[in-house]
């Protein structure tokens, strides 16, 4: 790929290049690329109003411009550092096509950020979660399903929505996601969920005339992909049913499937793997709240505590 656009020297016109690099070359998910595309919009912008067109001119200062701007603005350090992070690939990629001789933004130190802990239902507050949806409508029975596969397996929502048939092994206990980067894992699903994922397919999926032609595994009752922002509002709902206060999410409940795992005995690198985690250290988060949950229990049990 190097020197395709060498001749280039248009800011906009290499934060189009590149936003094209990442979506067909790097496949990233389309949430992904939209963040990229405000972070580098923004750097396009404040470039504009110092009548600065040319990415040879975007130096190590005019970066650390771009860094101050944003903590005027009132930008949390996380965004910060997210914004950093969009620039130092954005230069990356021009140094690698010729058109810049070094990177700007390698001098420039990365926010610090103090790292939270994910928040997670209790063992308690999941099995209501689990028991709210009725089974006497096709409409709970897809809901159950759904919810089950997604603690049992620890899924994004993106890629429980994205589910098709054929990526359940009903007979082995296993789904293959397409996760992020497009690549496929194979998780293990946990007997609970797959009955109700036998009740889902053999009495509401195979039944349905609208939905039995939809390679999808979860459909609306039109027979149409079931979308992250519908099963975000069913698990809220579902929540609110069940007593559930605090605030809820799809990813709560994969923080609450790794931590419980886990709090179990499971081996770390297999719930990385399980999670379709690239980096272990995003994985050993977890550790740290499960290590929570054993603190607890020894400062309520220990009589010298």
């Known amino acids: 790929m190097r020197g395709r656009y060498c001749r280039r020297v248009d800011l906009h016109g290499w934060i189009d290049a590149y936003l ?29 109003e110092v009548s600065i067109s040319d990415v040879r001119l975007i130096d190590h200062g005019r970066v650390l411009d771009y860094v101050a701007t944003g903590y005027k603005q009132g930008k949390s350090a996380r965004s910060s550092a997210r914004q950093l ?3 130092r690939g954005f230069f990356k990629f021009l140094v690698r096509e010729g058109a810049i001789d070094a990177n700007p933004t390698e001098l ?7 790292r939270r802990l994910p928040r997670v239902l209790s063992h308690e507050e999941v099995l209501r979660l689990l028991a709210a949806p009725r089974l006497d409508t096709a409409r709970g029975v897809r809901d159950s399903a759904m ?4 603690y049992a397996s620890g899924l994004r929502v993106s890629e429980l929505c994205a589910l098709k048939l054929g990526d359940l092994d009903r007979k082995v206990g296993t789904v293959a996601p397409l996760g992020k980067g497009k690549k496929r894992r194979i998780v293990p699903v946990g007997q609970a969920a797959l009955e109700r994922l036998d009740l ?10 609208s939905q039995s032609s939809s390679p999808y595994l979860f459909v609306s009752p039109r027979g149409t992909r079931f979308t992250r922002q519908g099963f975000w509002k069913l698990l809220k709902a579902y929540a609110r049913k069940s007593g559930i206060l605090s605030p809820i999410s799809p990813h709560k409940l994969r923080h609450s499937f790794a931590t419980h795992l886990l709090r179990g005995g499971a081996d770390l690198r297999a719930v990385q793997v399980m999670l379709g985690h690239a980096d272990l250290g995003t994985t ?11 603190r607890t229990a020894y400062d309520r049990a220990h009589p010298r505590a």
Do not use: C, F
């Not at 420039?108 to 103090?114: E, F, I, N, Q």
């Not at 889902?200 to 005339?209: H, K, M």
């Open 20 to 48: 094209d690099h990442l979506r067909v070359e790097r496949a990233l998910a389309n949430n992904t690329l939209e963040a990229y595309a405000r972070d580098l919009g923004e750097l396009a912008r404040l470039a504009d």
């Open 85 to 87: 992070s969009a620039l």
């Open 108 to 114: 420039v130190d990365r926010p610090k950020l103090a």
């Open 147 to 150: 919810i089950h596969l997604m």
């Open 200 to 209: 889902y397919i053999d009495q509401v999926r195979t039944n349905a005339s």
């Open 284 to 294: 050993e988060i977890y550790t740290r709240v499960a290590h929570d949950h054993v």
